[in-house]
């Protein structure tokens, strides 16, 4: 069993920065895949962001391109997001993903409130 334990969330003022960290308690953390996806009120869970396994290629939505970047250390079996020139439309719930087809395990979420 694997388990994702999201930290780094809080409340930021538009423009400010957050880093958020995924914790992964796996053995094999580099066969996993990772990916954050958030969850705005009223609304669907989208992704954000993607990386491989063994890191290279990333992937992200287009409405955080340029503004986040996710990264991962598999030696710490930890993954991140760093997410600078926050907007309010950033507001949500993130959650981490850990994907190594079939097995995809999320985490408990972390809330990231963009306000002034």
């Known amino acids: 069993q694997v388990q994702l334990v999201e930290s780094g969330g809080g409340l930021v003022q538009p423009g400010g920065s957050l880093r958020l960290s995924c914790a992964a308690s796996?053995?094999?953390?580099?066969?996993?895949?990772m990916s954050w996806y958030r969850q705005a009120p009223g609304k669907d869970r989208e992704l954000v962001a993607t990386?491989?396994?063994?890191?290279?290629?990333?992937n992200y939505a287009d409405s955080v391109k340029g503004r986040f970047t996710i990264s991962r250390d598999n030696a710490k079996k930890t993954a991140y997001l760093q997410m600078n020139s926050l907007k309010p439309e950033d507001t949500a719930v993130y959650f981490c993903?850990?994907?190594?087809?079939?097995?995809?395990?999320w985490g408990q979420g972390t809330q990231v409130t963009v306000s002034s």
């Open positions: 993903n850990a994907r190594n087809w079939p097995y995809v395990y």
């Open positions: 796996v053995f094999t953390f580099s066969s996993y895949a």
């Open positions: 990386i491989p396994n063994l890191g290279g290629s990333t």
